[in-house]
């Protein structure tokens, strides 16, 4: 049975005194939940902060993104051994938005999976289809490449240690989300992939639906068979939408 998981994506967001109060709402909305893995992506320098506030909780922390590197003359990188450093155990790879607006290729978005995995830290790989490629039918074969360059790069054995997010882009920000059954067909079809190299494996990868999940929106994506909970980004910033949202996969 794959454990729920939920991860708020603050994306660059934030202030020291914003997050205090927010990661403490938070953390007091969420006492007592033990079933779902929960955890926060603040911005590079609140991770310390959130992973202080989350000390004596059962919530992760995680990165938004990690270089490629090990170490060396790469101003304004952060290595995966220096968020090991600060006990952070997740990070964000592949995200749309670094890979639309940083230029970020597969090829790179591997190198940073397997650079996290380096380092103890799982990485949450982001895969998903523009609104054109969806419109064009290329759905299948945008998502499919996006896994395959990762699997072909670090081999399915380091999905045992790895999350998948799909994330249509045409729904991150946007408030259209992918309808339940949209959404369960291409994450059918990710885990599919998986289990034609090791059914094992596929069973328990934990794959999370994001774009525009919202507590109205995240029980009939959470039901779904395929989907195992979500990666939030604008509700994440506002406490009871993101403890509602957490809510929804105990049922
Ligand atoms: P959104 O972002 O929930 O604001 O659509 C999701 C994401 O980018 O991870």
């Given at each position: ?38 955890g ?37 990188e ?11 155990n ?51 074969a ?18 045992s ?6 994330e ?32 094992d ?5 934990q ?15 959470f ?29």
């Amino acid at each position: 049975m794959r454990q729920k998981m939920v991860f708020g994506n603050w994306k660059m967001h934030g202030s020291f005194e914003q997050i205090q109060h927010l990661l403490q709402d938070v953390i007091l909305g969420l006492a007592g939940e033990e079933s779902t893995v929960v955890g926060i992506c603040p911005p590079y320098p609140y991770l310390q902060l959130v992973k202080k506030l989350c000390s004596n909780t059962n919530m992760k922390v995680g990165a938004q993104n990690v270089s490629q590197h090990d170490s060396g003359a790469f101003t304004g990188e952060v290595a995966a051994s220096m968020l090991s450093d600060l006990g952070v155990n997740y990070a964000i790879v592949g995200h749309s938005e670094r890979r639309e607006l940083y230029g970020e290729t597969s090829d790179l978005v591997a190198k940073k999976f397997m650079a996290s995995q380096c380092a103890g830290i799982t990485p949450i790989l982001c895969v998903g289809e523009t609104l054109v490629q969806r419109d064009n039918g290329e759905t299948e074969a945008v998502v499919l490449a996006q896994l395959q360059a990762v699997i072909a790069a670090a081999g399915v054995e380091a999905f045992s240690n790895a999350v998948l997010a799909y994330e249509p882009v045409w729904a991150i920000g946007t408030g259209k989300t992918a309808t339940p059954e949209q959404a369960q067909e291409v994450h059918r079809l990710l885990r599919k992939h998986v289990a034609a190299l090791s059914e094992d494996i596929a069973a328990n990868l934990q794959i999370l639906y994001g774009g525009s999940v919202k507590d109205s929106n995240a029980g009939a994506l959470f039901t779904q068979a395929d989907i195992d909970g979500g990666l939030v980004g604008g509700a994440s910033l506002h406490a009871e939408q993101f403890i509602a949202i957490c809510a929804y996969t105990e049922s």
